[in-house]
């Protein structure tokens, strides 16, 4: 059987991702399956209309015509209410939806009966690795970040012997070594400076060191289910600031990812702490959009703080969105695999685990426990 994959133009402020890419197009359409892209849809990607035509997909004038007959949408970005009523009943969606920041969205989606599956909620277990959009978006905005310090730094990183004398390494500490934090210690390393690194979860003490960092050791172990942390007790949390503070004060860059899905991301750099810094410091904080690690962060604004700048970028995956619609694109084919039998007919239970714990609606239910529960609480 064949069926209708759609991708739409992303409407949100700043993306420039598109959830599909020429190579995945082809492969889709070889299996017999028709693909419609949205006019200018991977434009910003530098995916123009041509390469999609050329893999086999059919380019849509208009919103109406990419979306008629639709039974598959492929998206980025969660759909607006406006989105989601342009939608037939029984349409599969499948992207990020952010449901505790966009209740209006599940709430829409639930009234019309769309399916929705969500890719944040994907689990962490080796057979859905291929699928695990979070990270492979967190590889982009750790890759960012670096870049991003090293061009706010009034420093080179690396050392440099010239004939005006000897130039030492800037020094840079990541705050967290998940995905994105792990590329940005290995990004500052090619980059050539001196990286040193904290995570309150032990094991990632090895990971760090392979990349060449130092990893700041404390005897506190908060290794959490699904390979995230836990959160710490007040008095691990003084110790782990009384460590931390010693070495951002020190640190030319400081690159913080430490956050805990569904949570205000934990303040590990107050004020007092970004006072000590040296002057011309960058702060690049990635968990800007949750909140923030650091006390001075404005989300999607730069401040300037006792001669530190402090970076709060939100949404850094878009800020290179070619490759990184490239790895998402890749991500969605692998969970469409498992939405379609050996016949090629769409499965009609989700009883796979990787399903099961990613669907979001369907059938006129919220599916996701604690989706329903922040509704229910709402009274929606």
Known sequence: MSFVIAVPKETAQGEKRVATVPEVVQKLTKSGHEVRIEHDAGTSAYYPDDLFTAAGAKIASSRTDLLNGARIVLRVQPPTVAEVDQLAEGTIVIGFMNAARNPETVIRMRDRKITAFALEL?????????????????????????????ANSPKFLPMLTTAAGTIRPATVLILGAGVAGLMAIATAKRLGAVVEAYDVRRAAGEQVRSLGARFLELEINAEGQGGYARELTPEEKEKEQQMVSAAVARADIVITTASIPG???????TRETVATMRPGAVIVDLAAESGGNCELTQPGKTAREYDVTILGPLNLPAQVPFHASQMYAKNLQSFLALLFDKDGALVREFSDEILAASLLVHAGEVHHGPTRELLEGGKS
């Open 263 to 269: 949570r205000k991301a934990p303040l590990l750099i």
């Open 122 to 150: 994907v689990p962490r277990i080796t057979r859905a690795q291929g699928m695990d959009a979070l990270s492979s978006q967190a590889t982009a905005g750790g890759y960012m970040a670096a870049i991003l310090g090293a």
